[in-house]
């Protein structure tokens, strides 16, 4: 069974730096894209960065410049570094990952379970 664990929200003030990270385990035989999302109060869930396998990368037009995202491949794991962050930035982080388990001939997509992310005025 393959899991993404999350780690590293908290309560943050405007201005400041947190990096998220999402660990993935079990069966894994490759990992294709790997990103975070997050779902504000009242609001859809929303694309925040993603990392392909070769290295690319794709951000929201709100964090460019702002956030980071990176990944480890021989440990599985996404970071997601936050800088700058304001109070928009509140919501529920959701990493995401496009994973083959091992035995299987096709990728399948896997969520955590969120780590929420707070940034005070």
């Known amino acids: 069974q393959v899991q993404l664990v999350e780690s590293g929200g908290n309560l943050v003030q405007a201005g400041g730096s947190l990096r998220l990270s999402c660990a993935a385990s079990?069966?894994?035989?490759?990992?294709?894209?790997m990103g975070w999302y997050r779902r504000a109060p009242a609001k859809q869930r929303e694309l925040v960065a993603i990392?392909?396998?070769?290295?690319?990368?794709n951000y929201a037009s709100n964090v460019k410049g702002r956030f980071t995202i990176s990944r480890d491949n021989a440990n599985d794991t996404v970071y997601l570094h936050m800088n700058s962050l304001n109070p928009e930035d509140t919501a529920v982080y959701y990493c995401?990952?496009?994973?083959?388990?091992?035995?299987?001939?096709?990728?399948?997509?896997?969520w955590g379970q969120g780590t929420q992310v707070t940034v005070s005025s």
């Open positions: 995401n990952a496009v994973i083959r388990p091992r035995g299987s001939a096709y990728h399948n997509e896997y």
């Open positions: 079990g069966s894994i035989f490759s990992i294709n894209a």
């Open positions: 990392i392909f396998s070769g290295g690319a990368t």
